[in-house]
């Protein structure tokens, strides 16, 4: 816990390699001392040493923890999981080996509220998804990126829990998990909100979609064209409006009928008047009949 030195004395270390922590000193406890005489000393000179983690000074593994201290996590429903996390030793870095892949297995959980721990078995209903896998690398960060995991996402929750957790005991010690906390974003446009599977889903080219948190992915009906994410009418001046997460055409302009069928939207359209024919007025759709279908003066 001291380095002291005779007066005059030096010590010189140089050219040391360890494959694993601490070039010159690895603290095998909990709660390392500090190591700052290793650069402070005048009786000691070190240099051209190397280690994985730690050139001067290193420790045995002590935390999880996630890495750039990052504890929320903005996800879309269906998109790839992303989150990362480190062991970090008593002086705050990165454990690592520069020969192998640390020996550990991740669990990997998502949950409705607060994720069990790793070591119990039981199955709860709280638990959307749950995965395992090893340290991809050999930096010692574990990223969720190769693991291509997605998580369903429950309608009713606006915000769930990511925990990453290290199965079996480190140093003979279990260490908690690092947890996330997963805030929902809304889907994108060009999506729509399945309630079946609870993700966002991309919706056809040849479909529109109004609210794609709240709305289905709509075929495009004869009288427009679409683009998988907006409906634009294919006459100018006419006019459509939404109807439990459909758009239904409601007036065409004047030379036109409106063609609508209440049970099929797919057919709506302005159909021009054929040759020989006219129309002098809008075709308005009024709901509960009457004048709805063409212009009361239509040919």
């Known amino acids: 816990r001291a380095w002291r030195a005779l007066p005059g004395a030096r010590v010189t270390a140089e050219r040391n390699r360890a494959t694993e922590g601490g070039g010159l000193v690895f603290y095998s406890c909990v709660g390392a001392p500090n190591a700052s005489w290793l650069s402070q000393s005048q009786a000691l000179v070190a240099r051209d040493n190397a280690a994985c983690y730690g050139a001067g000074a290193a420790g045995q593994a002590e935390r999880l923890e996630a890495v750039d201290g990052a504890a929320q996590v903005a996800y879309r429903p269906g998109d790839l999981l992303r989150a990362s996390m480190r062991l970090s030793d008593s002086f705050g870095q990165t454990v690592c080996s520069s020969k192998e892949l640390l020996a550990y297995i991740v669990t990997i959980q998502v949950c409705m509220s607060a994720c069990p721990s790793a070591a119990d078995r039981a199955v709860s ?13 050999l930096t010692g960060v574990f990223s969720l990126g190769p693991a291509a995991l997605t998580a369903p996402w429950p309608a009713a929750n ?20 690092v947890v996330f906390t997963l805030n929902r974003l809304r889907c994108e446009a060009g999506q729509s909100f399945s309630r079946a599977l609870l993700k966002c889903e991309e919706c056809e080219r040849s479909q529109y979609v109004l609210d794609p948190d ?13 683009d998988g994410s907006n409906l634009t009418g294919l006459v100018a001046g006419a006019a459509w409006t939404p109807r439990a997460g459909v758009l239904r055409l409601a007036r065409c302009p004047a ?10 939207p797919i057919f709506d359209q302005c ?19 009457g004048w709805g279908l063409v212009s009361k003066n239509a040919a």
């Open 125 to 137: 209903s709280d638990v959307v998804t749950k995965a395992y896998a090893g340290f991809p690398d």
């Open 158 to 177: 606006s915000t769930m829990q990511l925990a990453l957790e290290i199965q079996e005991a480190v140093e003979s010690r279990k260490l908690p998990a």
């Open 214 to 226: 709240q709305d289905l992915c709509q075929d495009c009906p004869a009288g427009a064209s679409c």
């Open 255 to 264: 030379g036109y009928v409106l063609v609508r069928d209440e049970a099929a």
């Open 271 to 289: 159909v021009a008047c054929p040759a020989g024919t006219y129309s002098g007025e809008e075709a308005v759709y009024r709901e509960g009949g």
